[in-house]
């Protein structure tokens, strides 16, 4: 078992950045093996995919954050973070913490945070 917690929401002017952390607790095998990614879901929305990165380090974005985040992964490869730059309006949502082990199909999230930007 995989527990996350996620830290770093707030309320921020358009424009402005903020930076989310995750941290994976729980089965250390489990942690190395794997791949973290952030979503995110708005008031009447789904949940979307915001970013992924494996557990080799690749990365992926969905269209809408590409060249404004960037998602990296610690050294101890327990810790995801997602750097927000040149927020806007439309990035406000709860962001959740996603863990995922393709090997053995676990699927943890985090209790989400909130993120808000001002106009």
């Known amino acids: 078992q995989v527990q996350l917690v996620e830290s770093g929401g707030g309320l921020v002017q358009a424009g402005g950045s903020l930076r989310l952390s995750c941290t994976a607790s729980?089965?250390?095998?489990?942690?190395?093996?794997?791949?973290m990614g952030w979503y995110r879901q708005a008031p009447g929305k789904q949940r979307e995919l915001v970013a992924v990165?494996?557990?080799?380090?690749?990365?992926n974005y969905a269209d809408s954050v590409k060249d404004r985040f960037t998602i990296s992964r610690g050294n101890g490869k327990n810790t995801v973070y997602l750097q927000m730059n040149s927020l806007k309006p439309e990035d406000t949502a709860v962001y959740y913490c996603?863990?995922?082990?393709?090997?053995?199909?676990?699927?943890?999230w985090g209790q989400g945070t909130q993120v808000t930007v001002s106009s």
């Open positions: 990165i494996t557990s080799g380090g690749s990365t």
């Open positions: 996603n863990g995922f082990v393709q090997t053995t199909g676990g699927n943890y």
């Open positions: 729980g089965s250390i095998l489990s942690i190395l093996l794997m791949g």
